[in-house]
Each structure stands twice: as structure tokens, then as C-alpha cells.
């Protein structure tokens, strides 16, 4: 196992001549990459705030009857924490689905398709959302 | 990448698959937390479609309603428990971020903590409402 290691390594180093800054230099630098990382782990401190006020607000609505249920997705102390664990949720949900479909999607076309198809999923989600929860207050 | 380079790619030993190994709880645990990140994903997504046909159809809210009803209440019950398993875990994680806990005995200690207070948790909410 260690041997045939050695020996692709070597074939691989023996095939390019050129230095291995060069290597470097030609693939070159992103520019960014590790965005992501940070902002999934910021967005994630975020839902831990908001999963709290999710649970009290979980445990009001199931005491409510049906008129005061939909007063209270009207009142703003309710509107604002939810729109924003909504949409910070999906933010992360995207994130986090993109990871999922790198490792298991082997084949480099179909997992740029569905990495684009799953972001405009996300973002069509997110501002139907913003636009529904502005017009709660009006049909209530 | 070349051709030829490409075939010696392919022909590397690649590492034993996920079903060589014991279970353990770190490994069952780090499995369970992407499944049901994808389930929470899914679940989340039917909620607020949901959410948002109901309010662009005149808001009749009795079809908030349907959470009374039992068969809704088993999957609910499954997404309020993956919503906690992988709040508690992601807590894990990111005290693992900032350098913490990285010992086995601590990651095997919290491991066990994080499926006992995600269980407690779901049981604690469903027994509220």
C-alpha cells in the first residue's frame, strides 16, 4: 500500500517538470475560501439566539386559540425574530447542503448544476418569505 | 490534469469506506448531525412554502390547525428532534472551533451529553405544549 503510494507519487512529481512553485504559482490564489467556514459558524451563534425565542414562541402559540394565533405572527416582537431565524437558517441551510453536495457528488458538471439550482432555490425561499411575511398583517 | 496523470490518480488506494469501520459515538454522532442537517433543510423548506402559500391564499388560518392532527405529529416530533440534535451538536462544534474539549474522554463525555439533552429537550417541548 505504501509502496504503490511512493511509487504514483513519484510518477506524478516525474511527469511535471516544472518547480513545484511554479505548481503553485499556476494554480494560483482564490483570493477567498474560507468565508464560508466563518460565516456558517457566525450564522449558527445566530439560530442559537433565535431557537431559543423559537421554543417560547412554539410554547405560547400551542396555548392560543385560532384568532389570537394569528394576531400574535402579526405583533413585530414575533415578525422580526422570525424572519430573521428564517432567512439566517437558510443562509446556513445552503451553506451546509453545498458541503454535503461537494463530498458526495463526484461528477464536477452535476455538482455545479445542482450547487446553482440549490442557491436559487434558497434564495427564491428566502425573499418569498420577506415578501409573505410582510403581507400577514394586511390578510389577518 | 493530464490523462496519464489522471489514471495514476484514479489507481491510488483510496481509505477504507464508512461500513469497515466500528460504530463509535464520535463517528455516529458526525453522521447523524449532516443527516439532520438535510432533514432539517427538507423539513424546513416544506414549513415555510407552507407558511407561504397559506399567507398568499388569504391566510385561512385554520390550516394551522393541522398540528392537532396525529399523523402530522410524528414527523413533527422527528424535525423538532433533529432541530435539537443538531442545535446541541453544532454548540459542540463550535466550542470545538474555539479550542476546546479536544481530549477523547472530553469528546466522548459531551458526545453522550449532547444525545441526552437533545432527547430531553424534544421531550420537555412536546410534554409543554
Redesign the interface.
Known sequence: ?FA??DV?FM??NM??LRTDLARAKGLGSAKSGSHHWLYQ?IT??I??IC?IWL?FF??CA?SQN??D??LMLTKPYNIVPLGIL?VT??YH?ML??RV?IEDYISCIKLRSVLIIILQI?CII?IS??IV??F??GI?? | M?K??QR??N???TSPHITIYRKQISSVLSILH?MT??G??AG??II??Y??IL??S??D??Y??C?KCNIIKLPAIAICFA?FYH?CN??R??IW?SGYCFSIKAINLTGWLVIACSLAMTLA?WL??
Do not use: C
Request: overall charge positive.
Open positions: 500500500m504503490s503510494n504514483s510518477v506524478i511527469m511535471d459558524r449558527a451563534i439560530l442559537v431557537s421554543v412554539i410554547k400551542s385560532l384568532p394565533l394569528t428564517v437558517s437558510f441551510a451546509g447542503m454535503v432555490f425561499t418569498a418569505f409573505a411575511l403581507y400577514t390578510y389577518v | 493530464t496519464t496523470r495514476v490518480y489507481n491510488r488506494p449532516r442537517g438535510i432539517l433543510f424546513l423548506s415555510v412554502w407558511f407561504i399567507v398568499f388569504k391566510f388560518a385554520k394551522l390547525l398540528m432541530w442545535l453544532g454548540i462544534h463550535l472551533d417541548l409543554l405544549i
